[in-house]
Every structure is written in C-alpha cells, then in structure tokens.
Antibody, heavy 120, light 105 residues
Framework: QVTLKESGPGILQPSHTLSLTCSFSGFSLSTYGMGVSWIRQPSGKGLEWLASIWWNGNTYNNPSLKSRLTVSKDTSNNQAFLKVTSVDTADTATYYCAHTTGRGYYFDYWGQGVMVTVSS | DTVLTQSPALAVSPGERVTISCRASESVSTGMHWYQQKPGQQPKLLIYGASNLESGVPARFSGSGSGTDFTLTIDPVEADDTATYFC????????FGGGTKLELK
C-alpha cells in the first residue's frame, strides 16, 4: 500500500526559503522507474506541477520556477524534499507530493497535502 | 507550456451521462490523464493514458481521445460524483487543465 505525507512550516515570511518533506511508504525511490513529484494548488485554484525526482537521482523542474526549486531524496529513510527559495505571497498554496512512475508520468498516489502561507 | 483548456462547470441530474472535455494546445498523443478532486481532499487518479481505468475506479468512468481532444465520460452520474475534474498531460513537462466543476441538479 502506497502512502505519502507532506510536512512543512505552515507559515513563513516573504523572501525566506520554504522546505518541505515528503515521507512515504509502499515503494522505494531506489527502485527502477519510481519517482516522487511535487504539485501545488492555491486555494480555490488549479494544480501546478513543480518538480519530480526519480529513482536514478534525475530531477526535473517546472521551467517557470526552475531556478527557485531544489528537489532531493533520502532513499534509506523513504523521504523526498522540496526547497523553494525567495518565496512571496504567490507561493501560498497547498503543496502535495505524489508517487509517479516512468510508465506514463502521471500521479497515481497523492499525499493529503500541506498548507503553506507566505505572510509577513 | 502545453495549455489544457476545460469548460469551467457543468450541471447534470443523477442517472444522466456527462462528458467533460479537455483540449490541448498541441498534440499530446495519448499522454492525457484525469483526476477527481472533492473539496478538502487531494486529487484522485481516474484515467491514465487517455483511456485506461485506474484500479479501483468504478467502470462508470471512461476516457477517450488522442492528439489534442480528450473526453472523460461518467455514465451514469451518481450524487457522489460531485467534484472538480482535472485533466493533465505528460507528453511535455506536466501541465493541468483549469478543472471542470461538476454539480448535480
């Protein structure tokens, strides 16, 4: 059974760095074809893919945010991480992590999401 | 970016058939997937690869299309299907449609 759970600061100030953790079970990020992706959703709005990290360490970022995003993983502890630098109010959203496979680059298991508010 | 366009809202009666459309700004082959999101919940995968039903999803849901035009069909619609439905393409960097809010009369 695949499960994922996001954790993060809840609230942070503009210009700071957002650090999020995705803790998962039911799969390994060292297994061929496995990946974890980050997706966010401002309240009442649509979904935006942010970044993905794969079993082989390859990472892919949304070009519109590329320079601000860093994804990484800790395979032995079944965790993936997202850092977003220089946040502003536009980064206020619910952030999800999701299991992804190379078979089709879709998101078949999602965490419950963590709400992040950027406010001074 | 590959832009996906969905109609914003639909209203149908229980027992009816509903089709939700998604149009891509360029061909995505069959790299189209559909999600259901209920208020306060995370999205749930319904259809992958344009027409493949995700395990555990009722057979009332089906998907079709290729290239730029795709459809999610629910037949028959049930009260529990009230939700927002998003399409997502994976031919290029993943992008999502704006979502179609389905309401039941």
């Amino acid at each position: 059974q695949v499960t994922l759970k996001e954790s993060g600061p809840g609230i942070l100030q503009p210009s700071h760095t957002l650090s999020l953790t995705c803790s998962f079970s039911g799969f390994s990020l060292s297994t061929y074809g496995m990946g974890v992706s980050w997706i966010r959703q401002p309240s009442g709005k649509g979904l935006e893919w942010l970044a993905s990290i794969w079993w082989n360490g390859n990472t892919y970022n949304n070009p519109s945010l590329k320079s601000r995003l860093t994804v990484s993983k800790d395979t032995s502890n079944n965790q993936a991480f997202l850092k977003v630098t220089s946040v502003d109010t536009a980064d206020t959203a619910t952030y999800y992590c999701a299991h992804t496979t190379g078979r089709g680059y879709y998101f078949d298991y999602w965490g419950q999401g963590v709400m992040v508010t950027v406010s001074s | 970016d590959t832009v996906l366009t969905q109609s914003p809202a639909l209203a149908v009666s229980p027992g009816e058939r509903v089709t939700i459309s998604c149009r891509a700004s360029e061909s995505v082959s069959t790299g189209m997937h559909w999600y259901q999101q209920k208020p306060g919940q995370q999205p749930k995968l319904l259809i992958y690869g344009a027409s493949n039903l995700e395990s555990g999803v009722p057979a009332r849901f089906s998907g079709s299309g290729s290239g730029t035009d795709f459809t999610l069909t629910i037949d028959p619609v049930e009260a529990d299907d009230t939700a927002t439905y998003f399409c997502q393409q994976s031919w290029n960097d993943p992008t999502f449609g704006g979502g179609t809010k389905l309401e039941l009369k």
